[in-house]
DNA sequence: TTGTAAGCGTTATCAC
DNA sequence: GTGATAACGCTTACAA
């Protein structure tokens, strides 16, 4: 079923069923009738490959997540979808493996279709830098802070990881801790996982606290497992600490379990803060501190920012939105007498 | 940049230019290295739209993933590309939310490009009753038994949840426990839910256990303030059991959250187990007893039985895969002098 | 081995 | 208001 067959069907020509389709003006009340009625009848639907090869104009906004799996990302496209839904812009969700390249993507996709602008969720700073030269439409990144790129139409919506993970370590030592030992990301691998380690030893520093990294520090993946083998090999050289620094929620998940198979209890023994946020952390015993990042902000903030692009033009803006501490039931206050 | 201009760059005509993008025969060595260079100079990329548009036969295989942020389904599309990256056919996969008709969706698709055939990675069995006549290409519904609707060119590959929600509760039964509370899914709304609370009720009968629904049984959504929220419904109104059978893990996690609040402990006042087996499951403290479904032969027969519809045609398969029951920390044999 | 040209299902620009 | 008709970028006979 083709326009063509429409056409045929009614005795109007695909011009004027194309209008019709499309509510363009100039088309007879009677036309109009017909035309829908056939198109219902029959089931009609248009070929989105001729359309949007032959389309010119746009009037969809895409999203670019990248990692379908993230929950965090999750949340944040459900807090988009709710602020754009006011606005007269249809979504396009695009999901992606954590390991392709978003930027490439996009492009790819802006070759297939018009779009008016784009959100990334998440993205990797390398490929933005090689190949966002490719996209010339306004672009915000959401979760990444891009303004070392300074490319005239990409702004950035994110939350400072450094300053985060120096208030998670401000908090702990608040509680008088001072051995710390730090389970994080590949600090050459993941922009993340350097602020946020960063972020840690700037608290140190300015609280005069010793930290030997070479001996103190794991740098792995952010997953269960890594956490608790990241655990696990620190236990096993006998560092001794009160609190244990975690970058992810899920580390600090798997170093929780790793310090309890070590017959260590949180928080009696070891204070354990995480990083993300995760639904979960509330619910386990104990429950996980943790910092978040304030996802209605952030997602907000990428809207207003993104619409203003486009309606607006103007230069790109960087927007770092501020963190949330939840201090729960794995960190303490530490005692005294305990050493 | 398109073939047009590829063209006029080699001095070739497009159609030369097409075989060798194409990868067709009879294009002299010369002619290939020639457009070859240039393609990759100008990093020229095929639009989509107009490839799809023209394109009658079909090289790839569709996978509709129906909720996008489900752990299950990550792990089995990993199995799947696994299983598929050894065959000639390459992977489109679409993801989707939870509430999207994913046939529709399907159907949509079909229009935008030729498949070979259609993997459905979970999926509702209204929408295929309803929609699914408009596909006519080889399909395999994952996770879902499909037999009951008897589409010629519809198979199935899932996990007996009745049969498994009997086993865990064997298993409760096996360790002395006789006082069950069962905090499940809605079993009007959802086909799992009623599975696994009818597997549970046959494993009672079978034994002579006492079960009184409208007090032991609550039927919420899968998540983990649900699980929470029923738990403390069931405490509440005094109601006495020494197991609980937790239709998903974060039920379950929700579940012992809420018991931990009540002053109850886990394993030792009362043995939980869950259903899904997430990866998390093994570093709760205590680790969760769980019965989870094999990704790894659900998804390797999987690509079987749609291969060979492709290949050989034939009627359609339903083939159940036997799940796994992980008995861990959760549970625990009930004391004689407990009651 | 290569070039030419028709046509996939649309939209958009003309005349009428 | 409406109907021809020329694109959009590609594949694929068919001719050369």
Avoid at 2 to 26: E, M
Avoid at 46 to 74: D, H, M, R, W
Avoid at 178 to 188: H, P
Avoid at 240 to 256: C, P, Q, S, W
Wanted: glycine share 8%; net charge negative.
């Amino acid at each position: 079923m083709t326009i063509k067959d429409l056409a045929a069907q009614t005795g109007y020509s695909v011009g004027t069923v194309s209008r019709v389709l499309n509510h363009h003006p100039n088309v007879s009340e009677k036309a109009r009738r017909a035309i829908q009625d056939a198109a219902i009848r029959t089931g009609f639907q248009p070929n989105v490959n001729a359309k949007n090869l032959k389309q010119q104009y746009a009037t969809t906004i895409l999203v670019v997540v990248k990692g379908t799996f993230n929950e965090l990302f999750s949340e944040l496209l459900e807090s988009l979808q709710g602020f754009l839904a006011d606005t007269r812009y249809p979504l396009h969700v695009d999901y992606m493996d954590e390991d392709s390249n978003e930027v490439l993507r996009a492009v790819q996709l802006c070759r297939e279709r018009k779009y008016l602008g784009i959100l990334f969720l998440g993205g990797n700073i390398q490929n933005f830098k090689q190949d966002f030269s490719r996209i010339h439409l306004p672009c915000v990144l959401i979760t990444n802070n891009a303004s070392s790129l300074s490319f005239p139409n990409l702004s950035s919506v994110y939350t400072d990881d450094r300053q985060a993970a120096r208030c998670a370590a401000d908090a702990l030592i608040a509680l008088g801790h001072r051995q710390f030992v730090i389970v994080g990301g590949d600090r050459e691998l993941s922009d993340t996982g350097r602020l946020r380690y960063e972020g840690y030893l700037q608290s140190f520093q300015e609280h005069g606290i010793q930290f030997d990294a070479t001996l103190d520090y794991r740098g792995v993946r952010f997953s269960y497992q890594d956490g608790y083998d990241a655990t696990q090999s620190l236990l096993s050289i006998g560092r001794k600490f009160t609190a244990l620094l975690a970058e992810a929620d899920v580390m600090a998940i798997g170093a929780i379990r790793a310090l309890w198979d070590h017959g260590l209890r949180v928080p009696e023994d070891v204070s354990v803060i995480g990083f993300d946020g995760l639904p979960l952390g509330s619910y386990l015993i104990p429950q996980l501190a943790t910092i978040s990042q304030d996802v209605k902000q952030l997602a907000r903030r990428s809207v207003e920012i993104l619409l203003n692009s486009i309606e607006q033009g103007g230069v790109p803006l960087h927007e770092s939105i501020p963190f949330l501490l939840h201090q729960r039931e794995s960190t303490h206050r530490l005692e005294e007498n305990h050493n």
